[in-house]
C-alpha cells in the first residue's frame, strides 16, 4: 500500500513539473518583435513591454520625426530625401567592439540581397565627435556603400533626440548605450517595424517585411 502511494506521488509531481513547462512555454515571447509605442496592435498577451509585442504581419507604429544629417560624402540627408523609399536604419560608432560589427554585417546582408530591388540603407552614427565624415567614408568604403546606403553623422543632442522621440529607441550620452534594433521604415516615413539582430527569427522577418513592402507599394 505504501509502494502504491509513493508511486501516486511521483506521478503527481511529473504532472505539476510538466505542466508549468507547458505554461512556461505558452508565456514565451514569439518571433519578430517589434517595440511597443502605444499604438500597434495587440498581441496574444496584454504585456506592453518594449519588445514584448508579437507581430505577425506589418504595422504602422506611426510616422518618423524630422531630421537633418550629414553623410560619409558630406551631403545633407533628411527625412524629405528618404520619401518614397522603403528603407532600415541603425544607430552604430566605427570604434564600437560589440553590437556594431553585427549590426553592420545585418546591414550589409540586406543590401546583397534586397539593394537591386530598391532597399535603402541609414546607419547613423551615435559618436559624432570620432565619427566624422572623413572617418564614415573609410568606414563606408569597407563595405562598398554606395548611395543606397548612407552613414551619417550630425550634433549629439540632435541624434539622441532622433533615436528616443523619434525611432522610440533608446539612448544618451554614452554611445554604447545605442539599441541593438533595425528598424524598418515604408514610403511614407512610417515605422513599420523593428527587429534585434542577434535574433536570426527577426532578420529573417526583417527581409520578408521588407520585400513586402518594396513588392506592395511600388
Not at 514584448?52 to 550629414?70: Q, R, V, W, Y
Not at 527625412?79 to 550589409?108: E, H, N, R, Y
Amino acid at each position: 500500500m505504501l509502494k502504491q502511494f509513493q508511486i501516486e506521488k511521483y506521478v503527481f509531481l511529473i504532472f505539476l513539473v510538466s505542466l508549468q513547462l507547458f505554461v512556461s512555454c505558452q508565456n514565451a515571447v514569439g518571433t519578430g518583435q517589434v517595440i511597443s509605442t502605444g499604438n500597434s496592435r495587440t498581441s496574444n498577451s496584454s504585456d506592453s513591454i518594449a519588445g514584448n509585442a508579437e507581430i505577425t504581419s506589418l504595422s504602422d507604429l506611426g510616422p518618423l520625426m524630422d531630421f537633418s544629417l550629414t553623410d560619409q560624402n558630406g551631403r545633407t540627408v533628411t527625412l524629405t530625401d528618404l520619401k518614397g523609399k522603403v528603407w532600415v536604419a541603425d544607430f552604430f560608432f566605427t570604434s564600437c567592439q560589440g553590437a556594431c560589427p553585427i549590426m553592420t554585417g545585418q546591414m550589409a546582408k540586406l543590401k546583397r540581397n534586397l539593394g537591386s530591388e530598391g532597399l535603402h540603407l541609414l546607419s547613423i552614427s551615435v559618436d559624432p565627435a570620432v565619427d566624422t565624415v572623413e572617418k564614415l567614408a573609410d568606414y563606408a568604403k569597407q563595405f562598398d556603400a554606395k548611395d543606397d546606403w548612407r552613414f551619417v553623422t550630425g550634433e549629439k543632442s540632435k541624434i539622441i533626440e532622433l533615436s528616443v522621440k523619434g525611432f522610440h529607441l533608446s539612448a544618451d550620452e554614452d554611445p554604447s548605450s545605442h539599441s541593438q534594433r533595425l528598424v524598418l521604415i515604408d514610403r511614407d516615413s512610417h515605422i513599420r517595424g523593428y527587429y534585434h539582430v542577434e535574433r536570426e527569427n527577426e532578420m529573417k522577418l526583417l527581409e520578408e517585411n521588407a520585400k513586402q513592402l518594396l513588392t506592395n507599394s511600388k
